[in-house]
């Protein structure tokens, strides 16, 4: 099982905190949350080819992160 955290910068200068985690059962859990704000957007993809690259999880949260 694996498990990776990263912070990322968007263009417009605000961290993202990015985590990834492989579950036991299969698939994985992706998580992003944007620095200073309370709101977490978190995903389990229970079918999903693992691992994925931390560009694959940064673009499933790109159109959430683009209305903050």
Known sequence: MSS??????????????????????GGVSIT????????VHS???PHTRRPLTRGEVESHFESDLQKN
Not at 4 to 25: A, C, K, M, R, S
Not at 32 to 39: D, K, L, N, R, T
């Open 4 to 25: 990776d955290e990263w912070i990322e910068t968007l263009e417009d200068g605000t961290n993202v905190n990015f985590i990834y985690h492989e579950l036991p059962e």
């Open 32 to 39: 992003a949350q944007i620095e200073g704000s309370e709101v």
């Open 43 to 45: 995903v389990v993809l």
